[in-house]
């Protein structure tokens, strides 16, 4: 189990989320941002919302560069168009570290609603990849709502699907979403699922906007 984990870009939607739910669970959370003051003041939020549960781990912000280092396992949660520019001033820090991919490609067309974004490696996690050579990568986390994890009153019931090339790293990633109460690990296989696993999030962003809520994943049959 790692001893801590990473957000970087962890002060938008997804990456507080995730930090207040790990966190409350246990596990020290460091927050990334291009500008340290951003992270400190927003892990200091979460810190008060854990806090106020009477428990959990310490968290605190950090500038992505300390944060890809500081943590056992780094978690991405950048919009895709970030990645390319950012990722290679990251890949020295990152080098040798369990690195997880939770981009969903997609593009919000007024009319269409959520459309896919064609990535020439594939997928956004093998783009990932490739930007991060010395890096074993994960997809994992895509189809689970920001909205649902930054409410700690609200019981999660669904599924978190992950693939990738490494088994050892995919292990290391379901440890870590196996402590947020009402997660499954759901292993996909391969990294190359990921496109997979990218597009059903754009299936679900649709559902959202059809009906409204913010729908998760539970396969049946496992
Ligand atoms: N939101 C969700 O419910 C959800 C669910 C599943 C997966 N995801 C995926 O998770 C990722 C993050 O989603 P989000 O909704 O949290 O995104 P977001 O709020 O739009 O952005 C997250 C953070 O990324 C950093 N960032 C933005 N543009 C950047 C740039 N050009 N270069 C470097 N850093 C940049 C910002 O941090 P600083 O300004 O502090 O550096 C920002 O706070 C996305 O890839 C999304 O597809 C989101």
């Known amino acids: 189990m790692p001893a801590s984990v990473s ?5 938008g939607r997804l990456g507080p989320g995730l930090a207040l739910r790990l966190a409350a669970a246990g596990l020290p959370v460091v ?13 200091a939020e979460i810190a008060g919302q854990v806090g106020a549960l009477g428990g959990g781990a310490a968290i605190r912000g950090a500038t992505n560069e300390e944060a890809a280092v500081a943590g056992n396992l780094v978690i ?37 609603g959520p459309v896919a974004v064609r990535v020439a490696e594939g ?18 986390f895509h189809t689970v709502s920001s909205s649902h994890l930054s409410r700690l009153d609200r019981a999660l019931d669904e599924d978190v699907i992950i693939c990738g ?41 649709s559902i959202n906007r059809l009906s409204h809520r913010s729908v998760g994943v539970r396969l049946t049959g496992l």
Do not use: C, M
Not at 7 to 11: N, R
Not at 81 to 92: D, I
Not at 170 to 189: N, T
């Open 31 to 43: 927050i990334g941002s291009r500008e340290r003051r951003r992270a400190e003041e927003r892990a």
């Open 76 to 112: 991405l949660t950048v919009p895709f168009e970030a990645q390319s520019e950012l990722l290679p001033t990251l890949a020295g820090p990152l080098r040798g570290r369990v690195v997880v991919s939770t981009t969903v490609p997609v593009r919000f067309d007024p009319e269409l």
């Open 165 to 205: 090339d490494d088994r050892d790293a995919k292990q290391q990633v379901g440890e870590v979403a196996g402590l947020i109460p009402g997660f499954r690990v759901v292993d996909a296989g391969r990294l190359g699922n990921a496109q997979h696993l990218e597009e059903l999030t754009v299936l679900l962003l």
């Open 7 to 11: 957000l970087i870009g962890g002060t």
């Open 123 to 140: 997928s956004a996690a093998e783009q990932v990849a490739a930007l991060l050579a010395g890096s074993r990568i994960v997809a994992g």
